[in-house]
Structure formats: structure tokens, C-alpha cells
């Protein structure tokens, strides 16, 4: 999806300068193939089969919306060369009349089986906000902003149809701009790598309020961004509640030679975040933020008020084996310092605090099973960092899960016997000062759990 939210009226050299303000994209999600009659075959739109004749005849349409669709048309054609250059098909579906004036509320409408067509035949769609004001009548240049809400909007109407059993349906969406890229938190100067939409969206907001007196046009794009998001993911959810949007640069290079936007692409994991200035430098580029609807967050510092049963079924599921409970809740009653519940008891994080030296000690970083994938796990930890700035921990050596350990903590170390526990920490004061006494806290802890 091509945005030219904005775009001024251009002559024709200006149209050949213009730069492109932003780019939509709208990443489809395969599913499973599902058998299918012949009469469920999506018919080929007829404004694909051969160009309308009602494109010749527009009434009403002004010069200056005459050369923003031209400036549109240049663009989309100028994508599909892109894609088509490095292997893949595409198709510009800037005049197919795809997008339409609702008349009941006045909201944008999308035709989304011509799009679904075009993704069955292998093709990759571009789509410019150029909308048909009715039935059969001119068109003009909408904004961006709506035409994705409808996009969005119209495949989300599949999830009760025969159709939701389509092969290809959005699961990503992209908001790509020429300015700093990700999100920042003003207050505090950091960039935020994962932006938990439900708990987090508002109170940046403010901070962004508080911090920016008379916002600057980047601010009031960012925020328009994330509300855009937050629109967007709600209408995916319904289809894929894996669905997550990425807000980046397109001038992002900050991880070498390959765009951080194309390991975003291929999966959710945010990148690290990093210290930025506490102004919206125009020259710094921020890293990409990963936004998902994301999940109400619980925190507890003691018991009381945690339900333990569900606390319990939650720690035997994801783990996979059986609590020693009794002894496990009765350790925790004296020792706990925090406690995190993710959802309806879909994750949970437990910190406790050990030995003369109160050591802060992660004992449990659960996602229930039916969870994963839907990014508790980041929402969980970003929440952690924020709470415990230094923090370890133990796992198996064996442990199919220390990959992801790896990539989050500052330091490793092997013990017991034939190394089967390895110990994991973040922080400068554990990874230099106290090293000795986070060993000695991970070697004392009781095993939890007992075998499968």
C-alpha cells in the first residue's frame, strides 16, 4: 500500500522529485490449504479481466487530483519494477477500483477478493489510496490512512466466511517512513523495541504530550502511526492474533549491510534497545519498534492476590512437568519479590530475592502453550528490564529455550556436575561484582519441578 497522505499538487517536473512520503505494506499469512469445490473458486473481479472503459470517462476530476493518482500510478509502477527485479511477480492495482466510498458510515470499503486473486495467482499487489467515489463514478486520491483501515477491515470480514479458510491472509503490517523511524520514550531517552499496545500505548502517548510542547510534525506522524496500528491490529487479531505491525525507516541501515526491516520481516523479535538524546534529533535514525496488541499486565509483589491454582496449571503446562507445590509456594511466601501475570494467566515471570546479598533471581519465565507466538514472551521481558536492571538465573545446559537466553543476557557460565546447569545474567553489578554470590544463589536453589 502506497500513502501519499499530504501530497501536494505537483507540476510536471516536480512529480519526477517528489520523494515517497510513506509506504503501507500489508504482509500476507499463509495458511494451511483447505479443500475447495469449484463454485468456491474466487472469480476473477472484472476490472481485472481487461481495463474499464469507465476509466476513460471521469467526471468531475480535478487537474490537481489528475496528477496526484498520476504521481501514484508513477510510484506503484516504480514498486513493482523493484519487486519484479528480485525475483517475484508483481501487479499494480492502483486503478482497479478496489477501494470504494462506504455509503452507510462514510469509512472507506475494500473489494478484498480481488486482492486474495491476485495473491493466488503468486502475484505480490500494490495498491495506491485511489478510491471510486460510487458506483461506477470518478475516482480520487483518499488518504493513506483510511485505505489501510479498510484493507485491514475487509479481510477481517473473512474470519466468519467460507473464505477464511484462504491461503493467504494479513498477518503483518509495516509503517515505513523517511523520517527517525522507530519509537522513543522522550522521559526516559530510550528507544522502545517492543510497544505493548494495550498497556503502553497511552502512557507514551503522554509522555510524547508532556515532553513536546506543540508537536512537532514527526511526533504527530508517530502518534498517528500507533493509533493507526492499534486500528489495524485490532481488525487482524480477529484473523491471526499472532498479528503484529513494525514502525521503521526506510533509511534504517543500523545493523550493517542488511536492513534491520528484513529481520523483522522474517520474524517478531524486537531488536535491543538502545540510549537515543532526549530530542527528536533529525538526523538520528531510531531502530524499528514491533507493536502488538499485546496483553493487560498483572504486577504482584507478594501472593496475595495471585491466583495460585491458575498460577500452578500455568508454571505445569509450559514446563511440561509436574510442580512439587506445597514446598515450591511455601519457598516463594518468604522470598518473593515480584511477580508478573501476563493476560488471563497466559505468562507469568517470578523474581525472588536470595541470600545475604538479596540477590534479585529469576526462578520462573513462563508462556503458556497455547500462548506462544503472540509475543507474551517479549511483552513479559521488556517488563522484567524494566523492573530489575541487573538479574540472574539457571537453566538446563540441555534446555532448548537457552538460544533465547543467550541472545537476552550479558553472560553465561556452566556448573554442577558435568555442567548441567548453566547460569545466565544481565547487569554490570552481577556480571562484575557479584558473580561469586549469583552462583552460589543458582547452585542452593531446590529443584521445582518433579520428572515428566
Not at 514446598?327 to 541470600?355: M, N, P
Not at 537466553?405 to 557479584?434: A, C, L, P, Q, T
Request: net charge positive; hydrophobic share 40%.
Amino acid at each position: 500500500m502506497l500513502d501519499f497522505d499530504n501530497l501536494p499538487t505537483p507540476t510536471t517536473n516536480a512529480l519526477q522529485k517528489e520523494s515517497l512520503h510513506k509506504i503501507v505494506s500489508v504482509l500476507p499469512h499463509r495458511r494451511k490449504r483447505a479443500s475447495r469445490s469449484s463454485s468456491s473458486v474466487v472469480p476473477v473481479p472484472s476490472s481485472l479481466e481487461k481495463p474499464s472503459t469507465q476509466h476513460a470517462h471521469l467526471t468531475a476530476t480535478s487537474r490537481s487530483s489528475l496528477h496526484s493518482r498520476a504521481f501514484m500510478a508513477q510510484e506503484c509502477d516504480r514498486l513493482v519494477e523493484v519487486i519484479e527485479k528480485v525475483g517475484a511477480r508483481g501487479i499494480s492495482l492502483v486503478h482497479s477500483r478496489i477501494l470504494k466510498d462506504s455509503v452507510k458510515d462514510g469509512r472507506l470499503e475494500c473489494v478484498v477478493d480481488s486482492l486474495v486473486y491476485q495473491m493466488k495467482r503468486g502475484m505480490i499487489p500494490v495498491l495506491g489510496s485511489v478510491v471510486e467515489e460510487s458506483e461506477g463514478g470518478s475516482l480520487r486520491v483518499g488518504k493513506g490512512r483510511d485505505a489501510v483501515l479498510a484493507v485491514a477491515e475487509g479481510f477481517a470480514k473473512l474470519a466468519n466466511a467460507a473464505a477464511a479458510e484462504s491461503e493467504v491472509l494479513p498477518a503483518k503490517l509495516f509503517l515505513l517512513n523517511q523520517g527517525n523511524g522507530g519509537v522513543f520514550n522522550p522521559e526516559s531517552g530510550t528507544h522502545i523495541a517492543l510497544l505493548n499496545l494495550t498497556e503502553d500505548l497511552g502512557p507514551l502517548m503522554q509522555s510524547i504530550a508532556r515532553q513536546q510542547a506543540g508537536l512537532t510534525d514527526q511526533c504527530q506522524r508517530t502518534l498517528s502511526d500507533l493509533r493507526l496500528a492499534k486500528e489495524v491490529l485490532a481488525s487482524l487479531g480477529k484473523l491471526s492474533p499472532s498479528s503484529s505491525a513494525v514502525l521503521a525507516s526506510i533509511k534504517d541501515t543500523s545493523t550493517g549491510t542488511a536492513s534491520p526491516l528484513i529481520s523483522n520481516w522474517i520474524t517478531d523479535r524486537p531488536m535491543s534497545g538502545s540510549k537515543t538524546s532526549n530530542s527528536m534529533s533529525k538526523s538520528r535514525i531510531i531502530p524499528p519498534t514491533v507493536l502488538r496488541t499485546g496483553l493487560p499486565i498483572q504486577t504482584f509483589k507478594s501472593l496475595e492476590g495471585v491466583d495460585i491454582p491458575r498460577l500452578s496449571a500455568l508454571l505445569e503446562s509450559s514446563f511440561a512437568k509436574p510442580l512439587h507445590k506445597d514446598a515450591f509456594f511455601t519457598r516463594l511466601s518468604s522470598c518473593i519479590d515480584t511477580i508478573i501475570i501476563a493476560g488471563d494467566y497466559q505468562g507469568a515471570v517470578l523474581v525472588t530475592r536470595e541470600g545475604p546479598h538479596s540477590i534479585a533471581y529469576l526462578d520462573k519465565f513462563a508462556v503458556h502453550p497455547k500462548s506462544q507466538g503472540l509475543g507474551i514472551a517479549d511483552i513479559l521481558w521488556k517488563r522484567l528490564v524494566e523492573t530489575y536492571p541487573n538479574l540472574c538465573w539457571r537453566s538446563r545446559s540441555a534446555n532448548p529455550v537457552n538460544k533465547w537466553y543467550f541472545e537476552r543476557s550479558e553472560g553465561n557460565v556452566k556448573f554442577g556436575d558435568d555442567g548441567y546447569w548453566m547460569m545466565f545474567w544481565f547487569g554490570r553489578e552481577y556480571g562484575i561484582g557479584k558473580l561469586k554470590e549469583c552462583r552460589a544463589v543458582c547452585e542452593a536453589i531446590e529443584a521445582s519441578f518433579g520428572s515428566k
